[in-house]
């Protein structure tokens, strides 16, 4: 049975590649509660053809209520530039300047790669020094790219110490849609209480 529409926004953030399903089985969670989901991959972010892929979509960040974002192994397209941000990066980049509900979801890939390498070293002039996940890069490895481990790093705030001033900074780690369905059912099933959390940033904003 599908919910009576509650016109909030939620705007879902992910790499598409090998993904198509998943994300269709979240839009179709999120809408029968009665979200109003706002999805690139569904075409359902309002589209301004003067603007760009990217500029729509960040604008879409603007709008929305709530934000859910992935962070999967694929970094994402829409790099115009050598070191720079995909679409999807931006996205995040956009819900984190905003005061708004966040929900952030990592593939446990990125989260096992992230601990493999997080306390390793290179050596380098006969010298060592930790691996620096902001300079090293696997931007060509078909298996992980190591910027999505970047996104996964600022969804953790690992830069603001100590770690007990660090709020807004959880992130569920996922291996299949079960534990994707899991979690959004246990934050979304009950509208009233997202309202909620909206009206609690709100206050916070002002």
Known sequence: MIAKRNHIKVFVASTVYNF????????ELLDGYGYDVLMSHKGTILLDSLQSNLDNCKDGVEECDVFIGFIRPDYGSGVLDKGGKSITHYEFDAAYARNIPRFVLADYRVVFTRSLFKDSFIIEDMTSKRIDFDIISFENNSVMDTRCIRIYNEALKDKVKPASNRTGNWVQ??????????????????????????DKSKGTAS
């Open 20 to 27: 198509e399903y998943q994300l269709k089985q979240i839009y």
């Open 173 to 198: 780690e996922y291996i299949g849609f079960d534990d994707i369905k899991m979690h959004l059912d246990s934050q979304f099933k009950y509208p009233d209480r997202i309202k909620k959390l909206i």
